[in-house]
């Protein structure tokens, strides 16, 4: 603030008070003025400094002001929403703090031009935004003091990103349209040419200038008539687009063809306002199209008239064109080859090397040729050989293709192959002459032959048989080292009879070669060759020294593999050559053996008079008899005349080797008829050519074991038996008389020495015992560890059955089924049900049955009926087919109870009575059924009902005491390999779950009876409950849920539901399930029932429940599982669903479950 000198004057010391009152006033006055000068001074900075704000606030766009170091001192709210960041945050920084560095440099040096000129300056700056760059239009100015100074720069900026980025690219598609090879035309809805690109000019010959304005008629050639656009205009005017091709005129004079599309432009609402023209110069390729046409009728008209066959093949090798001589070489029609591939036709074997020529035509230059011949497939089945010539023309535009030329040389192969096989032939034979003839011993000259004639004969196989003219039977003598086991068992053995009318026997009856080319459908072939073994084709063929028949020779062939003709010819001219060396040769053997087995006898009479044990005694015996009888299974046995017991004391090598299979280790106790030794113990020599035949249970153990012949010879002291030798060998009727008379000699030479060894014996018997202890432990060890693994066996079995049980169920709901399928289908469903069964069964091998699980009625009859309806292929069909008649006689008694019990437990176990009784009848026989059952008279007057019986007998071979006894252990058979040991033991385990009582009783010879013996009914033990196959489905259709990660078993419930009318949405697992739910229940879209199944990956059945009880306490929820209704209901998951079903899951059952879990709800 100032003064003036007037207004404020120094008082001088002196004054009168007056004047200085007075200047007192006048200083209050001056400074009351400058007071309000002062405060109208503020007032108007305020306003201006409020207008400036508000001008700089409403701006439109981003508005700031930087200090001249490049500090903001102000920003409005624009730019605080645009860079969400505030006033607060951004006053007092620059741009280097605020933007990435090239960004602010930029922003900075165009500050410093305005600061530097002092004038205003526009420019188009780029500031990212959200990670993106933007661009921004910004003006700048400077702001100035009242002094005039630049102190400020003020900045106003829009966002232009969106018409940056349209302008770029209308200027790339300007300059598309410009650079495109095809030309555009833009027009108006008068036609008038507003816009044409440079490539429409090229094509026309008119400049851009020449065309706007002008209508396209300018181009007009006069080649199409008023209709064709006529037509255009009508389309296009519509909004559509047209396209086709046009012939036009160009500026010179020259008509072009070109392809053009026009496509209408038409505004919001629909009007036409401007058309597109887009047009290809197609003259060029028009004429090399006429070109390729001419091209290709003359190629027609050239392979129409040749004699060879021209094909032409795509680089498939698919035939695309094909000359008529096909029908006269091939037998084809065109129209057959033509689009069938050709490999198609190549013989198999003959194809790698086609695909090979094939594959190097398609990899070589254009236009090189390849050489190929082959077996190509006639119409008839035939294979000719066509001699071809291949050249590559795919590229050729008119053939496009690889043609082949083939010529038929089959005639001229064969001649030259026939030649070839008769060389052959007598080069072969030649080879087998000289081989036989340095040949020596009958063993020898066989073995020599089968293996030459393998060598000559690919992928076949033989043996050959001698024939015994003293028991009127054939020997196998020679057979090749890799022979199948399961073959050589079921032709490789002795005693081969010709009573039956087989092939073998139609040879030996008449001499002359048989030849099967088809073994699966000739009559005299058995049927285990055939499905067993794989045979597909044999040559039988006699070995003939003059007239007398030396043998057989037997050659096969699998995988349908045949013998051709000369192949036969050899075999028969083979055959009489073999028949000559094996005359001489058993002239020779005849002499040696009777010199072998004086040898024999001297050196075991050596051997026995130098030892003083029976065991080593008895071991050296059978060591010279294994290695120079020969015989293939020995053994010592110990007569006990008061128990008629004999004991096993020494086995041969070869038997200890087998004793698993024929259960007669030393030790063992065979009674004397189990044994079949009655003969033998009255002092006789006893020889049995074919033990299967007798009814003992050690011989028919031999037999299963495949040993088949066996001689007992008496051991005699003090004129009493006191033992046995058994001698056995594997092929039937294998010892020959003086064989026999030589080990009654050899019986008589060891019985003097064997008395002392009876001590040693018992200590063995004892031995034997303790291992026999043994191993039943460990059998129920096995026993245990089998029961543990059938609940993981049966979780795979019971969810591939679960689709069968259940398709079947929805294909029996059809009213149009034939009643002979129907049938069908009922058969199929009743042992679907019983393998569920089983299952289930397997599952608690070794558990109790529940005490909840329910037993139903069951009308016996009725488990008879189906149970022989089910083994009928096994007691009819397949018998009648290997000649063998079973008769089946049932006698049931109309009236019967039911019994209590699970069907299919009961007629699972009926039809392995069933099975058992078949086997034991290997000839045939009877096999009886009978149900029975009786009341008396109650002390009350009323008839109570007695217990039920139901009874299988069987006419064949029975059972000894020992087999009776134990014919229920587990694992205990007299089938060898072909028996498990568990049919009875689980038909016991049924009787015991049933409460019935189990008999059997059998005898060698008088066949088996087993009979079952079940509880008396109750009063209502005549009903039986119907109200399974009553349920119907619910009568509104309901929204379901389905979560199972198994596909087949999630179809199946979906078919079922939907069948019904509901409708189902299917989850393939627990997750996916879970989160179906959760959106439908989001969208108020809930489901009536969810059906979950409890074991699935990742998130399983448990915790499907849970989530869904949690959001939804309401929602029903079904559990089918494996376990059914064996699932505690002690626990958590099966006490939340509310209800449980069985697997596989059944039709009425599914449907009482939803009436079940929605009547409650409704």
């Known amino acids: 603030m100032s003064y003036r000198a007037s207004e404020c004057q120094t008082h001088e010391p002196g004054a009168p008070a007056e004047d200085l009152a007075g200047e007192l006033v006048e200083l209050n006055r001056v400074l009351k003025m400058e007071t309000e000068k002062r405060h109208s001074a503020e007032m108007a900075l305020r306003k201006s400094q409020y207008l400036f704000a508000s001008f700089m606030q409403n701006l439109p766009g981003l508005t700031w002001i930087k200090d001249t170091a490049g500090r903001y001192s102000y920003i409005n709210e624009t730019w605080e929403e645009t860079f969400e960041l505030s006033s607060a945050q951004v006053?007092?920084?620059?741009?280097?703090?605020?933007?990435p560095r090239e960004v602010a440099d930029k922003l900075r040096g165009n500050d410093l031009k305005v600061i530097a000129t002092g004038q205003p300056l526009e420019m188009q700056e780029v500031v990212p935004l959200q990670g993106e760059d933007h661009y921004w239009h910004v003006s700048k100015f400077p702001l100035l003091n009242d002094a005039g100074e630049l102190t400020s720069v003020a900045g106003v900026a829009i966002d232009i990103t969106d018409r940056a980025v349209t302008e770029r690219q209308l200027r790339l598609q300007k300059t598309a349209l410009e650079s495109a090879a095809n030309g555009i035309m833009l027009a108006d809805r008068d036609g008038a040419i507003l816009w044409v690109n440079p490539a429409f000019c090229q094509l026309t010959g008119y400049s851009r200038d020449e065309l706007l304005g002008q209508n396209p008629r300018i181009v007009k050639?006069?080649?199409?008539?008023?209709?064709?656009?006529?037509?255009?205009?009508?389309?296009?005017?519509?909004?559509?687009?047209?396209?086709?091709?046009?012939?036009?005129?160009?500026?010179?004079?020259?008509?072009?063809?070109?392809?053009?599309?026009?496509?209408?432009?038409?505004?919001?609402?629909?009007?036409?306002?401007?058309?597109?023209?887009?047009?290809?110069?197609?003259?060029?390729?028009?004429?090399?199209?006429?070109?390729?046409?001419?091209?290709?009728?003359?190629?027609?008209?050239?392979?129409?008239?040749?004699?060879?066959?021209?094909?032409?093949?795509?680089?498939?090798?698919?035939?695309?064109?094909?000359?008529?001589?096909?029908?006269?070489?091939?037998?084809?029609?065109?129209?057959?080859?033509?689009?069938?591939?050709?490999?198609?036709?190549?013989?198999?074997?003959?194809?790698?090397?086609?695909?090979?020529?094939?594959?190097?035509?398609?990899?070589?230059?254009?236009?090189?040729?390849?050489?190929?011949?082959?077996?190509?497939?006639?119409?008839?089945?035939?294979?000719?050989?066509?001699?071809?010539?291949?050249?590559?023309?795919l590229e050729d535009s008119v053939i496009g293709g690889i043609v082949i030329s083939a010529r038929d040389i089959t005639e001229r192969r064969e001649a030259e192959r026939a030649k070839e096989d008769e060389a052959e032939t007598n080069a072969a034979l030649l080879r087998?002459?000289?081989?036989?003839?340095?040949?020596?011993?009958?063993?020898?000259?066989?073995?020599?032959?089968?293996?030459?004639?393998?060598?000559?004969?690919?992928?076949?196989?033989?043996?050959?048989?001698?024939?015994?003219?003293?028991?009127?039977?054939?020997?196998?003598?020679?057979?090749?080292?890799?022979?199948?086991?399961?073959?050589?068992?079921?032709?490789?053995?002795?005693?081969?009879?010709?009573?039956?009318?087989?092939?073998?026997?139609?040879?030996?009856?008449?001499?002359?070669?048989?030849?099967?080319?088809?073994?699966?459908?000739?009559?005299?072939?058995?049927?285990?060759?055939?499905?067993?073994?794989?045979?597909?084709?044999?040559?039988?063929?006699?070995?003939?020294?003059?007239?007398?028949l030396m043998g057989i020779l037997r050659l096969w062939r699998t995988r349908g593999a045949t013998f051709?003709?000369?192949?036969?010819?050899?075999?028969?001219?083979?055959?009489?050559?073999?028949?000559?060396?094996?005359?001489?040769?058993?002239?020779?053997?005849?002499?040696?053996?009777?010199?072998?087995?004086?040898?024999?006898?001297?050196?075991?009479?050596?051997?026995?008079?130098?030892?003083?044990?029976?065991?080593?005694?008895?071991?050296?015996?059978?060591?010279?008899?294994?290695?120079h009888l020969p015989i293939d299974l020995g053994s010592f046995c110990l007569y006990d005349a008061g128990a008629e017991t004999l004991t096993v004391v020494a086995r041969s090598r070869k038997g200890r080797e087998v004793v698993s299979e024929t259960g007669d280790s030393e030790g063992t106790v065979l009674t004397v008829g189990e044994a079949g030794a009655q003969p033998c113990l009255a002092g006789e020599v006893t020889y049995i050519p074919d033990v299967a035949l007798a009814k003992a249970s050690y011989l028919q153990r031999l037999a299963a074991a495949g040993f088949f012949s066996m001689v007992a010879v008496p051991l005699i002291?003090?004129?009493?038996?006191?033992?046995?030798?058994?001698?056995?060998?594997?092929?039937?009727?294998?010892?020959?008389?003086?064989?026999?008379?030589?080990?009654?000699?050899?019986?008589?030479?060891?019985?003097?020495?064997?008395?002392?060894?009876?001590?040693?014996?018992?200590?063995?018997?004892?031995?034997?015992?303790?291992?026999?202890?043994?191993?039943?432990?460990?059998?129920?060890?096995?026993?245990?560890?089998?029961?543990?693994?059938?609940?993981?066996?049966?979780?795979?079995?019971?969810?591939?059955l679960s689709p069968i049980v259940g398709f079947t169920d929805l294909l029996l709901m059809g009213d149009d089924l034939p009643e002979r399928a129907r049938k069908h289908l009922t058969t199929i469903r009743t042992a679907s049900e019983d393998v569920v069964h089983i299952i289930q069964r397997m599952r608690a091998f070794y558990r109790k049955r529940p005490v909840e699980e329910s037993l139903l009625p069951v009308d016996l009859n009725a488990v008879v009926e189906q149970s022989l309806e089910l083994t009928r292929p096994r007691w009819r069909d397949m018998d009648h087919e290997r000649g063998v008649d079973i008769e089946i006689d049932t006698d049931l008694q109309q009236d019967i109870p039911f019994v209590y019990g699970i069907e299919s437990e009961l007629r699972e176990a009926l039809t392995d009575i069933i099975f058992n009784a078949v086997d034991a009848m290997p000839e045939g026989g009877t096999i009886s059924v009978r149900t029975t059952t009786s009341t008396r008279l109650g002390e009350d007057g009323n008839r109570i009902p007695l217990p039920i019986v139901l009874e299988v007998a069987d006419t064949g071979a029975g059972m000894d005491e020992e087999s009776r006894r134990r014919c229920l252990e587990p694992f205990y058979t007299t089938k060898g390999e072909q028996g498990t040991g568990l049919g009875l033991a689980m038909v016991y385990g049924t009787a015991q779950r049933h409460g019935a009582e189990f008999e059997v009783e059998s005898a060698p010879g008088e066949g088996t009876t087993i009979r079952l013996t079940f509880p008396a009914p109750t009063a209502d033990g005549e009903t039986r409950d119907a109200a399974d196959e009553s349920v119907v489905a619910p009568a509104s259709p309901l929204r379901i849920l389905c979560i199972d990660d198994e596909p087949m078993i999630r179809q199946l419930i979906e078919?079922?539901?939907?069948?019904?009318?509901?409708?189902?949405?299917?989850?393939?697992?627990?997750?996916?399930?879970?989160?179906?739910?959760?959106?439908?229940?989001?969208?108020?879209?809930?489901?009536?029932?969810?059906?979950?199944?409890?074991?699935?990956?990742?998130?399983?059945?448990?915790?499907?429940?849970?989530a869904i009880k949690l959001s939804s306490p309401a929602t029903p929820i079904i559990l089918p599982t494996e376990w059914g209704k064996q699932l505690s209901g002690a626990q958590d998951t099966a006490a939340a669903a509310d209800a449980v079903l069985g697997k596989p899951p059944r039709i009425k059952h599914l449907r009482a479950a939803l009436q079940q879990v929605i009547s409650p709800h409704r």
């Not at 006053?91 to 933007?99: K, Q």
């Not at 039977?473 to 890799?482: C, I, N, R, S």
């Not at 029961?787 to 969810?799: K, R």
Request: charged share 25%; net charge negative.
């Open 1055 to 1106: 078919d079922i539901l939907e069948t019904d009318g509901h409708a189902v949405e299917t989850a393939e697992g627990g997750q996916e399930g879970l989160a179906a739910f959760c959106a439908a229940f989001r969208d108020d879209r809930g489901f009536d029932v969810v059906i979950t199944d409890l074991g699935m990956p990742h998130v399983d059945g448990h915790q499907v429940i849970r």
């Open 91 to 99: 006053v007092g920084m620059t741009d280097e703090e605020l933007w």
């Open 432 to 548: 087998l002459e000289t081989a036989l003839g340095e040949s020596r011993g009958v063993q020898n000259v066989c073995e020599t032959a089968v293996e030459l004639l393998s060598e000559m004969l690919p992928d076949a196989q033989g043996f050959v048989w001698q024939w015994d003219q003293e028991r009127n039977h054939l020997l196998p003598v020679a057979a090749p080292p890799g022979l199948d086991q399961c073959l050589r068992s079921k032709f490789f053995n002795p005693a081969i009879h010709f009573e039956t009318e087989d092939d073998v026997a139609q040879v030996l009856r008449t001499r002359q070669t048989l030849i099967v080319q088809d073994a699966a459908h000739d009559p005299r072939v058995g049927e285990m060759v055939i499905e067993d073994f794989g045979i597909s084709s044999f040559v039988l063929s006699p070995l003939l020294a003059g007239r007398e």
């Open 221 to 393: 050639s006069g080649m199409h008539g008023a209709s064709f656009y006529e037509a255009l205009w009508n389309t296009i005017l519509k909004g559509e687009v047209w396209k086709g091709e046009v012939v036009n005129r160009r500026k010179d004079g020259t008509l072009y063809t070109e392809e053009m599309t026009i496509t209408p432009i038409q505004t919001d609402n629909g009007e036409v306002t401007h058309f597109i023209a887009i047009k290809e110069d197609i003259t060029q390729r028009k004429e090399a199209e006429e070109a390729i046409d001419r091209s290709a009728q003359r190629f027609r008209a050239l392979i129409e008239n040749v004699s060879d066959i021209v094909t032409v093949l795509n680089e498939n090798g698919d035939v695309t064109l094909v000359s008529p001589s096909v029908k006269r070489v091939l037998g084809y029609e065109v129209e057959e080859m033509v689009g069938r591939n050709v490999f198609e036709y190549i013989h198999e074997e003959d194809l790698p090397g086609v695909l090979k020529v094939f594959t190097q035509a398609l990899e070589e230059n254009p236009g090189s040729a390849r050489s190929a011949e082959f077996r190509f497939l006639h119409s008839d089945g035939s294979y000719c050989i066509p001699e071809a010539v291949g050249t590559n023309l």
């Open 564 to 627: 051709t003709d000369r192949e036969v010819d050899l075999v028969c001219s083979a055959t009489q050559r073999i028949g000559l060396a094996l005359a001489g040769e058993e002239s020779k053997e005849a002499l040696l053996q009777h010199l072998r087995r004086i040898n024999l006898l001297n050196r075991i009479a050596r051997a026995v008079i130098e030892r003083q044990d029976m065991n080593s005694i008895f071991r050296a015996v059978q060591q010279q008899l294994e290695d």
């Open 717 to 800: 002291a003090d004129a009493s038996v006191f033992g046995v030798l058994f001698a056995v060998r594997r092929a039937r009727d294998a010892f020959n008389r003086g064989e026999c008379e030589f080990l009654q000699q050899l019986g008589n030479h060891i019985s003097l020495a064997s008395r002392q060894a009876q001590l040693y014996t018992d200590l063995q018997q004892v031995y034997e015992e303790l291992r026999g202890t043994q191993q039943s432990a460990m059998e129920q060890e096995r026993l245990r560890s089998l029961g543990q693994m059938a609940s993981g066996i049966a979780h795979d079995i019971n969810n591939a």
